[in-house]
């Protein structure tokens, strides 16, 4: 600074003095720490270079002060210093004639701040400004000028942005002109020439995605190629055109489909990251990019880990940017794009809102006159902005989502107004408007769908029509585009009936399945559709060699195992009532599960997409067919799929310990190793012996194994009629019976009266239920209890029981398997007082339960029984639980012949019941139970201090667990949404392990747990033996008929077995 002090106005040194000092202070500075000093010190320095000057050399002078104030701008960001040097660079080209031989780098230099500007603010005026001087700039340099090259890349640049923002081809075309000029003129050797190629190659890329012309790829390609080849490994900006090359080979892979192609871009996305070192300014972007190419591999191959390693690395692009960075609303937005992605896979509804969270502060950061606002808000959209219409298709996309999501019918209403909005803004050449057509059409199909307007259909069609008309043959959309033409074919065949529309779908489809290579990610939904497609010519004409075709395409789809887990789900549907018509032996394949979503993302599917509806029609269908087999293995498919997941997975992980370590430690939780490795994982899994069908469907001669120990009883309801199906034994086919007085609307009925017996409960002389109390002033229900079970023994129970007297079987155990509407009701209380009934009732979920029970070691019981008693917990409402000390000491008077750890008063925490969880192979809890209805795993046990939740039982590995006697209320009371899962508590410890389970149906009266719990221990451990558990559904037997004895009978009905 002393230097310039000294040196005196206009000399020719001082310039340069000036950008020394300003280099200095950068230097001087560049610790984060320090830049709060840098602030007074670059101010004064400005100030120096602001002196007056009235020397001959005041452009130089005021060239110099912009540069200066440029690099600031660079460097920090900050806007005032591209103003001040804007006004600095104008004043200079001002003064200078437009024959003086500095003027052309003067109108270089202020084109470079125009673009700089336009870049932050998106104004259209800097643009054209830019672009005028760059060709200003052009026009007065020599052919033979050394300059021209570097003025004619610029002008490229200035026409590649305007092209950009107003889609005008010609400016495109122009780009191309000036920046092959550039090449050309520029010898091998010359330093910017990779610079001239590099943007070389993005023209001809943009000229591809405008045109579709493979040609263009390819030669943006060589170009890509070529610059990282002229760069040496130190280049500064080795890792820039790398990136270039990779998207080259992004963009090859979506036009082809070569996984390749996808491999290659991302290696050299990774070897680009790898060339920036932490702390570089680039770096983040870099990451981004990086992230980028994990996203397109996953979106390939369906590998969650590349979604996760994509949002990892944009999360840390995020966390290096700073919260006044003009990229940081970018990086938040590609994150938010990327739990979006992993929404839609998984269904989590935290990663939507935290996909919103991340828009709402993209959204935030960004000032109402930044160019790239409309990316996250589109009403601060300028109108005449190009990026407009792109961004209200893409609300219009998520308006469709939450739609799909929530069947709120004013999103959907939203998502076509955006889409209209949308191709209104797109001229007729736009190169997007194919893709503003295609998303309008699919709003409009949608809208059909939901409200049957045919005008919906045929502007669905006209517009998809338009959008592939639009499309060359050779773009990547086309086969997307066609698809969707199909698809809107077939809507309009079943709406019409027209067989014209059905060819063209079949032909439009089928071009699809032609054009797409075997191991692209949209092949297996393709091939859906394509099924589905020849499924209505099945029906219209009835030909053989069409079943065989839908056969093929449905079962290759699956195998594939690419299409998203819920339309994966749909289509099974589809392809199962098919089947159920006419190829009922083709039911179970359609009826194959995907594991990969937690399970309160699973309970929210299997309400949505109704499954336990679709599985008691496909069932009923078999049954109309009398194809009894296949409707027992199609009904054992639809019921309890996610415990039957969780009990396969729990016996998996027991065994591989012995049988596999490699398989067992691949991973601390097994079903993530299912999420992440399924195909493999399974087929390991499958080879080893007992576990050929992991995970599949089981054929009908293993699951008749199930009725080894007593008959099972199938209840099937369905608006068509409800039935029953016998499974009499092993060797026996399954029996059918017919329940003609038994409706869905009666069941239905009896239903609402169980849950007013919920709530009518009478509580002896307190009054007061096993959990939050009962209202004053209700009637007792001993004869609405008496006229239920009456009902249930006349239409459901008795015919039963005349259907295996024709078997020779009248006594022993009897298991009832209810479904839809038959769940939840008492079955095993309803034989009359007159009725002389020698059977033991239990119940279970499933047959693969009885199964998985059965094939237990007996080596691994603990004979160790775990006592819990909790009189009064810290849940606000709780009643104190007058019974349970009786409880606890009847069962120690009675259960000496066994160890015995009892947990009582603050002794009985969480913590404390979860160890005994994992010891104990008896287990008696004497507590309040509490049935969460919105999210089942979240229904729990209340304990001294803490609640112990299903979700946390179901996680826990029980190797010991033989019976647990649950004497809480609610403890056998599912979920009335999924009828067909058992989301009680009591199903809850046979899916974590335990072989049976002692549960109720609704509150039970504290006067009745204690003696319950007597008589069943006493009878239990009182016979001089070791009891098994399957000793305890005759225990309870015994002890309900010594409760009959002295109480009514909405007293004794709800205590229930579950279990083997």
Known sequence: MQLIQQTSPGHPDLPGYHMKLMEALEEKYSNPSDTANLEPDLEEALDYMLMPDNDSNEVLHLQSLADAQANQYQKRGDLKYLEAALQNARAAVDLLPEEHPNKAQHLQDLAVLYTDRYRRLGDLEDLEAALQNDQMAV???????????????????????????????????????????????????????????????????????????????????????????????DHPDRAQQLHNCAVSYADWYERLGDLKDLEIALQTEQETINLIPEGHPMRAQHLQNLAVSYTNHYRRLGDIGNLEAALKYKQAAMDLTPSDHPDKAQHLQSLAGSYTDRYQRLGELKDLETALQYNQAAVDLIPKDHPDRNQHLQNLTPEDHPDRAQCLQRLAVSYGDRYQRLNDLKDLEAALQMAQAALDLTSSDHPSRAQHLQGLALSHAVRYQRLGDLEDLEAALQKIQAAVDLTPDDHPNKVQRLQNLGVSYIYRYEKLGDLKDLEAALQKIQKVVDLTPTDHPQRAEYLQNLALSYTHRYERFKEPDDLKIIYTHFKTSFDLMTSSPERSWENALSWATFAAKYQPEHCITAFILWIGHSIPVRCEALERLNISQTTSSVTRKCINLSELTYAVEIIEQGLGTIYQQMLQLKTAAQSFRQLSGELYTSGSDPSMNLVNRRNDLIKDIRKQPGFEFFLLPKPYGTLCQASKRGPVVILNSHNDGCDGIIIPNPTSQPVHV?????????????????????????????????????????????????????????????????????????????????????????????????????????????????????????????????????????????????????????????????????????????????????????????????????????????LYGGELELGTILRMPLSHAEVVFLAACETAMGDSKLVNESFHLGGGFIAAGFLGAIGTLWSVDDRDAPVVAKHFYSHLFGRGHQPQASDAAEALHFAIKELKKTVPSERWVPFIHIGV
């Not at 943009?206 to 045109?211: G, N």
């Open 139 to 233: 026009d007065l340099t020599s052919k033979d000028h050394f300059d021209r090259s570097q003025r004619l890349h610029n002008l490229a640049v200035s026409h590649s942005d305007r092209y950009r923002r107003l889609g005008d081809l010609e400016d495109l075309e122009a780009a191309l002109r000036y920046i092959q000029e550039a090449v050309d003129l520029a010898p091998t050797d010359h330093p910017e020439r990779a610079q001239y190629l590099q943007r070389l190659a993005i023209s001809y890329s943009d000229r591809y995605q405008r045109l579709g012309d493979l040609k263009d790829l390819e030669t943006a390609l060589q170009y890509s190629k070529e610059i990282v080849d002229l760069m040496p490994q």
């Open 738 to 942: 017919l329940f003609p007085n038994v409706t869905l609307d009666l069941l239905g009925s009896h239903r609402t009266t169980l849950t007013q017996l919920y709530g009518h409960r009478v509580r002896g002389k307190s009054g007061s239920t096993r959990l939050y109390g009962q209202p004053e002033g209700r009637l007792p229900i001993t004869e609405q209890c008496a006229t239920l079970l009456t009902w249930l023994w006349t239409c459901i129970v008795s015919p039963v029981y005349e259907v295996l007297k024709l078997h020779a079987i009248s006594n022993g155990r009897l298991w009832w398997l209810p479904t839809g509407g038959f769940t939840g009701l008492p079955l095993h209380a309803c034989p009359p007082v007159n009725h002389s009934d020698q059977f033991v009732h239990s119940y279970t979920a499933t047959l693969g339960s009885l199964l998985e029970a059965y094939v237990k070691k007996q080596s691994s019981i603990s004979n160790q029984l775990a006592v819990v008693g909790v009189t009064q917990t810290n849940s606000a409402g709780a009643n104190y639980l007058n019974g349970v000390e009786q409880e606890v000491e009847n069962i120690l008077s009675v259960a000496k012949q066994i160890n015995i750890k009892c947990l009582q008063g603050n002794k009985a925490t969480v913590d404390g019941v979860k160890m005994q969880l994992q010891t104990c192979s008896w287990l008696h809890l004497a507590c309040h139970g509490k049935q969460d209805l919105i999210e089942p795993t979240k229904s729990h046990l209340l």
